[in-house]
Structures are given as C-alpha cells and as structure tokens.
C-alpha cells in the first residue's frame, strides 16, 4: 500500500497501443514520478513474481533454464524458451509443471506436462520478468529472473 504523501506527487504517464501483425500488441508506458516512494513502489511492483519462488534456479534436484533471442517477426520483441528439467538422474521430472509468468501476459499461470523428462514453454516477450515455476506437485519452486541471465539482448532489459 502507498505511505501517507502519496497523494502530493504527481505522475505523467503516456500510453501507446499499437496493432502488430498476429494479434500481438506493443505497450510502452512512460511514467515520471515527484515522489521517490512512488517511484520504488512501482519499480517494485513491476515485476510481481520477484521474490515470490525462492529466488533460486535450481532447487530440490529441479532446474529453470532460459534462452532469450532476438525475434524475427518483430523486431521490438524477443523470443524466450523456458525449460525445466531434473539435475538428478534417480529422480526423473514428471507429471506436470507450473509457470508463472508478468500478468501482462494472456494466461499468465500455463500448466504444462512433462514430455520425456522436460517441461518447455516458448513465448514472445516484449521485455525482461522473473518466472516463477512450481513442479513435484508443488513441493519444488524455482525463479528465474530473465534480466539476470548473462546473454540476454540488451534491449529487453530496458523494456
């Protein structure tokens, strides 16, 4: 919740919407914030699964991998395939895996099986998020913030 001042600054913000081919849409916001408080609240809501699934990759013998690429449809946007996968051979990933993704996403919980051994997602992204994955029936979470990963493209960080 906002701390008491909240109500003294003051936000600019601009919205543009565009169509682009598929179905797909661009959003930029830009906000300029009086009030500092104002502005870490937002930042830190901005990516609402940060923190949330313990804050590490591999847990509990379970692995959260991320490519992120430059996409070839449009060029504002990236390519991301998530993977989970076991690290522990005597104990095989099975069953079903959880993802959560940034709510701006359409369906942004997507339950997927596991398909000899993996659970793999591909998604279009307009920018960097944390993904959060429950897996072993909810007993296994595992985060991965996308912006931290050693190769991603520039540009989606700034997204």
């Known amino acids: ?24 849409f661009e959003i930029s916001i830009n906000l300029l914030f009086k009030n ?26 379970r692995e959260l991998l991320a490519t992120v690429t430059d996409s070839l449809l449009v060029s504002t946007f990236f390519n991301i395939h998530l993977t989970v996968c076991s690290v522990d051979k005597n104990k095989p990933l099975d069953g079903e895996v959880i993802f959560h993704l940034h709510p701006t996403f359409h369906n942004p919980v997507r339950k997927v099986k596991v398909k000899e051994g993996k659970a793999q997602l591909d998604l279009l992204a307009y920018g960097a998020f944390t993904v959060g994955v429950s897996c072993d029936n909810g007993n296994t979470k595992l985060e991965l913030d ?4 050693p190769k991603v493209p520039k540009v989606s960080i700034e997204n």
């Open 1 to 24: 919740m906002l701390k008491s001042g909240y109500n003294r600054a003051w936000i600019l913000m601009t919205l543009k919407v565009q169509m682009i081919q598929f179905g797909l």
């Open 36 to 61: 500092t408080y104002l502005f870490r609240w937002f930042y830190n809501n901005n990516d609402p699964e940060k923190g949330k699934w313990g804050g590490k990759p591999i847990n509990n013998g």
């Open 146 to 149: 996308l912006a931290e990963l």
